[in-house]
C-alpha cells in the first residue's frame, strides 16, 4: 500500500470486531509511519502486536485501580520524612517492597491521629496495584455498614466473598470507633476468610 492508497472506511470496524482497538484508533498514523519507513511485514506486526499489549496492560492497571477505590492520595515522593519523627522509614520502605503480599502475610500501621497512616497505605495499595495485584481500600466503618447491610445470609455470603477476592485488602481506621459485638464476628469473618491466603493492611491509632 502507497501513502496515496486510500484506507478502506470499513478497516477500523473489522479491527475493533477482533478486539484491535489501539490499532484501530491508530490506524491512520500506523499506515503513515509504516509506508514512510517502508516497514516489512514482520516490522508492521511486530508494532501492532506490541502496541496492543500495552494498550492492554494499561487497561488492566486502570481495572484494577478502578476496582481498589484508592481515591485521591499524596505520593511517597512527596513524604516528609523528616515529620513527624515517629514513623520508622526503614520499616515503610520495607512493607512498599511488597514481600509480604507474595508471602500472603500482613502489615498493620500503627500511628497516632494525624500521622498519615492511610496515606501510606494507600500508597501501599497503589504500588501493588502496579506490580500486578489486585487491590481494595475500604474504611472498618464501611466495611461493617456494608456487611451489616446485607439483609439475607446469601447477601452476606457474596459480599464476605467480595472481600476475600483481592491479593491486597487494607481496612483503615480499626478502632477509631467502637464496634459492637456483631460488627466485630463480621470483620472476625473477613480476616479468617483470607487468612494466610490473601494479606490484609491494617492501620489502626
Known sequence: MTSLDPIPTTLSDHLRQLG????????????????????????LLETVV?????ARARQRVERRLKEARIGRFKAMADFEWTWPKQIHRPSVERV???DFVTKRENAILVAAQGLEKTMVAKNLLHQAVLAGHSARFITASDLVLDLTAQETARAL????????????????????LSYDAHAADLLFQVVSRRYEQKSIVLTTN
Open 157 to 176: 455470603e457474596r459480599r464476605l466473598r467480595v472481600y476475600a477476592r483481592p491479593s491486597l485488602l487494607c481496612i483503615d481506621e480499626i478502632g477509631y
Open 20 to 43: 484491535l482497538s489501539q490499532t484501530a484508533a491508530d490506524l491512520n498514523d500506523l499506515i503513515a509511519r509504516a509506508t514512510q519507513k517502508r516497514w516489512s511485514p514482520a516490522v
Open 50 to 54: 506490541r502496541a496492543e499489549l500495552d
Open 96 to 98: 512498599l517492597t511488597l
